[in-house]
């Protein structure tokens, strides 16, 4: 039978999480190398009393720690994260623990989910008759550095033995107190590219004698979106962006440049829609620099790749929270284009990432919008949850 553990059940241990939070909050970093916050989730995890706690797990440059709470019976190793980075924007909240760093605001929740795991741990700590070990991760670097998979170059799964991963996000379209589950794919594949034109550039009242790649990049720019509406399947998502056009100088009116650049981003989930994206990508420009009497090079960087939620584990992980938050607070969620680097755990061991209801009165603004906070009354609901399939999957 499983243990249950309810968000009435850590009303002091929310409440220190989200001291935690708040004291990460005013002063966010962005990256991977997060000194401050580093130091403050060390500190703190010592201060509980953990045995075992981990710095710099990620190499020399990379913040990541992980604190190991090992339970009184043998059992299963299970990993639970929290990802620790801000995001380089300015603050405007009002709250009294606002960001003292200037463009650096916890505007994606991720300091709301160190408070959780922070909550889990100290419950943990305190209450060791459970089977299994539990290692907690926080990891630095999600906003666009790749933060887990330089966790799991570095050892992550080997140097611990973590045989499952959970994670949980702040969701502001979703009630405080409710938890939301997405099986399969549930983020896409971030990737972002680069088109080069490369034609021969001269004098602008004499077209005659220039190659322009102004010309090509933007024929390219519109027929990109002929790979979304024309060559992917109808019942398969597909982003793609150009987000920057780059060309000439704005005082050189009368010069036609030899290069012009076209960046931006692509999104899929399945991985038969992202090669399809690379190739007819690559086939468009070059088809079009041809006819245009110049070359085209295209760098496509897969960055991210798409979180797939384990099925079987999301139906045991949603039965869980059901017992935990009641019938009621488990939602049905869908899936998104955003990205997510959880993603690169879940391809090496199995387990689920849920969302975290923030929605009240006070709590109305979108993740990494400037008037972000992570709403408090979230992180008993968040870590009950944690907690509730921990215990359960190290017991398995």
């Given at each position: 039978m499983a243990l249950i553990v309810k968000p009435q059940d850590l009303v002091e241990e929310a409440r220190f999480g989200a001291e935690v939070r708040h004291q990460i909050h005013r002063f966010p970093e962005v990256g991977l190398d997060l000194p401050i916050t580093e130091k403050c989730i060390v500190e703190t995890l010592k201060t509980l009393g953990i045995e075992e706690v981990h710095a710099r797990v990620g190499g020399e440059k990379v913040g990541g720690v992980v604190a190991v709470i090992r339970g009184n019976r043998p059992g299963r190793t299970i990993g639970l994260r929290a990802d620790s980075d801000a995001l380089p924007l300015n603050e405007n909240?009002?709250?009294?623990?606002?960001?003292?760093?200037?463009?650096?605001?916890?505007?994606?929740?991720?300091?709301?989910?160190?408070?959780?795991?922070?909550?889990?741990?100290?419950?943990?700590?305190?209450?060791?008759?459970?089977?299994?070990?539990?290692?907690?991760?926080?990891?630095?670097?999600?906003?666009?550095?790749?933060?887990?998979?330089?966790?799991?170059?570095?050892?992550?799964?080997?140097?611990?033995?973590?045989?499952?991963?959970?994670?949980?996000?702040?969701?502001?379209?979703?009630?405080?107190?409710?938890?939301a589950f997405v099986p399969g794919y549930a983020t896409a594949n971030a990737d972002i590219f680069e088109i080069v034109f490369e034609g021969k550039g001269g004098h602008g009242s004499r077209p005659q004698f220039v190659h322009d790649p102004i010309i090509s990049a933007s024929e390219c720019v519109l027929a990109l979106q002929t790979i979304v509406s024309r060559s992917a399947p109808a019942d398969m998502a597909a982003v793609v962006s150009v987000g920057c056009v780059q060309a000439g100088d704005r005082n050189g009116t009368s010069v036609v440049p030899q290069f012009a650049t076209l960046r931006g981003t692509a999104r899929s989930f399945e991985p038969e829609i992202q090669e399809l994206i690379?190739?007819?990508?690559?086939?468009?420009?070059?088809?079009?620099?041809?006819?245009?009497?110049?070359?085209?090079?295209?760098?496509?960087?897969?960055?991210?790749?798409?979180?797939y939620?384990?099925?079987?584990?999301?139906?045991?992980?949603?039965?869980?929270?059901?017992?935990?938050?009641?019938?009621?607070?488990?939602?049905?969620?869908?899936?998104?284009?955003?990205?997510?680097?959880?993603?690169?755990?879940?391809?090496?061991?199995?387990?689920?990432?849920?969302?975290?209801?923030?929605?009240?009165?006070?709590?109305?603004?979108?993740?990494?919008?400037?008037?972000f906070d992570f709403n408090d009354k979230a992180i008993a609901t968040g870590a009950a949850v944690l907690l509730t399939i921990a215990l359960d999957r190290m017991a398995a």
């Open positions: 909240t009002g709250v009294e623990y606002s960001s003292q760093i200037p463009k650096c605001h916890h505007a994606c929740g991720h300091d709301g989910h160190v408070g959780c795991l922070m909550a889990v741990v100290k419950y943990l700590h305190e209450h060791r008759d459970f089977a299994g070990t539990m290692v907690a991760i926080f990891q630095p670097g999600e906003e666009g550095f790749a933060g887990a998979r330089y966790m799991l170059e570095d050892g992550l799964i080997e140097r611990f033995g973590i045989e499952e991963f959970y994670a949980l996000h702040a969701e502001p379209s979703v009630p405080v107190g409710h938890v690379i190739r007819r990508m690559k086939t468009i420009a070059e088809g079009i620099a041809h006819a245009n009497e110049m070359k085209a090079t295209t760098t496509y960087t897969k960055l991210y790749p798409a979180m939620n384990d099925p079987a584990m999301v139906e045991n992980a949603r039965a869980l929270a059901r017992e935990a938050l009641g019938e009621a607070c488990v939602e049905e969620f869908r899936r998104t284009p955003g990205g997510e680097d959880f993603s690169f755990m879940l391809r090496e061991k199995p387990g689920c990432l849920f969302r975290l209801g923030m929605k009240d009165e006070g709590h109305t603004y979108s993740v990494h919008h400037e008037c």
